[in-house]
């Protein structure tokens, strides 16, 4: 399936043509099949620095992701995912808080998240997330998928509102978080309030959030939310009970 990217000239369009409900049937979840895999050695646990969990290092990419864990461990996840996708918040409920614990913590595997923005919400919500330092994202990212329906059920009512008001493309952003309770969530969460209104305003960021996308479809064949590379390779899965044997197999045991 072929997840719709939409740049930020297109985002109003796409807002009055695609209504959150159809949104969400755009994310993808793929076979569950592992495929052939590495094997390698089980790997030692990597020390984390002083004073420090590996799970508490956070930094940003330069390919628009933030990492955590060790910068170096020897198996290196991708997560290209989705804040509007539910297969995306059920692997955030079902698989993350394994592949942080168990695998992030003993320094072997590092995570990278990457958003791959489908919608006008989707951008705007990314656009938040990244809103405060980058120790705050995985707790930020953490919390819509956990407030998934709630958040949606704010937001279905204001596709028309948006669409009457004809604004223009690089304002629709901080609407989406005014008018769909998405500045009060964060406020909420410890983005302040004027902060979450700076950051919705910066149209390079959802710019940015766009290319990123559409990079990810053709470096990686991205066509499905959360979609996962190990090690560079797109492993073509979507499950925690699919990803974990690939990681085993990679060496994490």
């Known amino acids: 399936m072929q997840t719709k990217l939409f ?19 755009a994310c993808g979840k793929k076979d569950d099949a592992t495929g052939a895999a590495p094997v390698g050695a089980p790997l030692n646990a990597v020390p984390p620095p002083a004073g420090k969990a590996w799970t508490e290092v956070v930094a940003v990419t330069p390919e628009g992701g933030y990492v955590m864990g060790n910068p170096n461990a020897p198996i290196k996840v ?15 409920e079902k698989g993350f808080p394994h592949l942080r614990d168990e695998y992030v913590a003993r320094g072997t595997v590092s995570l990278e998240f990457r958003n791959f923005v489908r919608d006008p919400y989707d951008t705007s919500m990314a656009m938040l997330t990244r809103c405060g330092t980058p120790d705050s994202f995985f707790a930020l ?4 998928y956990s407030n998934q329906k709630a958040i949606f059920d704010q937001l279905q009512p204001i596709g028309a509102q ?9 304002q629709i ?41 559409q990079k990810a479809t053709d470096t990686f064949n991205v066509t499905g939310t959360p979609t996962f590379i190990v090690n560079g390779r797109n492993v073509e899965v979507a499950t925690w009970d699919a990803l974990e044997p690939i990681l085993k197999q990679a060496g994490a045991r």
């Open 7 to 25: 740049t930020p000239g297109r985002l109003l369009l796409a807002l009055i043509a695609l209504p959150l409900a159809l949104g969400l049937a």
């Open 78 to 92: 991708i997560e290209f995912a989705s804040l509007t996708c539910p297969h995306c918040a059920e692997f955030e």
């Open 173 to 213: 952003f901080k609407a989406i978080g005014e008018r769909g309770g998405l500045i009060d969530f964060f406020a909420a969460r410890g983005i302040a309030k004027d902060q979450a209104t700076q950051c919705l305003a910066k149209a390079d960021s959802a710019t940015k959030l766009a290319n990123d996308t």
């Open 162 to 170: 948006l669409q009457a008001a004809n604004l223009p493309a690089n």
């Open 141 to 144: 990212t953490e919390q819509v």
